[in-house]
């Protein structure tokens, strides 16, 4: 199996939508070439997952692509670039899924649980051994970048809000304590789901994580 191939399956848990880039063959080279924009920032986000900002190199990128070198600068210019990419449509792809969680039925307190839940399911697994790009932003990119460094609180802030949303709501609906500090309790939450796929990444604790701590933490909203 290829690297590529290999990274492509690391990918599969994202959405992937068509959109077709031209990219201009070098010269004499016959017709434009063209690649699925999305699949090639899927391959990204799984590569920047496993070894991080600093540590992937525009090699790495282009092994794990499939893409040339010129490709590959035609379409993101450079790394920065397709790592400010991988973390948009990451980011994007997960606000989707929360925010489908964050809309659906229940009491606010329902929903909170169906939330840590997903997290839980992303932080097992294979998700879990990839870890999260926002995690691995906040612990890496962002001491080496402000423009990255923004992206990332501004991930945390959106996450930050829809808990305290969904704890409001909650607090209306009478299936939490109306005198809990809701704006405390949504950053105590966002403190735990950071934290869940942190020890994710750990082979020794990844299996070690089950629904009981999702117990655990619902108390934090009683």
Not at 180 to 209: I, M, P, T, W, Y
């Amino acid at each position: 199996m290829s690297l590529a191939k290999a990274f492509l399956d690391f990918g599969n848990d994202m959405i992937h939508n068509s959109r077709m880039m031209p990219i201009t063959s070098r010269p004499g080279r016959g017709r434009p070439r063209e690649f699925d924009y999305d699949e090639v920032v899927d391959l990204a986000i799984a590569l920047f997952r496993q070894r991080g900002f600093g540590a992937t190199s525009i090699a790495d990128l282009v092994e794990a692509t499939g893409l040339t070198r010129g490709s590959l600068y035609k379409a993101f210019t450079d790394k920065k670039s397709v790592y400010v990419a991988a973390f948009e449509r990451y980011t994007r792809l997960g606000h989707e899924r929360i925010q489908a969680i964050a809309d659906g039925d229940g009491t606010g307190r329902e929903r909170i649980a169906r939330l840590l839940a997903h997290y839980l399911e992303q932080s097992r697994g294979e998700p879990g051994r990839l870890g999260c790009l926002v995690v691995a932003t906040g612990l890496e990119a962002t001491v080496m970048d402000p423009d990255i460094a923004r992206m990332f609180e501004q991930a945390l802030k959106h996450l930050e809000r829809t808990l305290s949303k969904l704890i409001r709501l909650g607090i209306e609906d009478h299936s939490i304590h109306a005198d809990l500090n809701a704006e405390a309790a949504a950053q105590a939450l966002l403190c735990f789901l950071q934290g869940l796929r942190v020890v994710g990444k750990s082979d020794a604790h990844r299996n070690l994580l089950d629904e009981a701590i999702l117990d655990l933490a619902m108390k934090i909203i009683d």
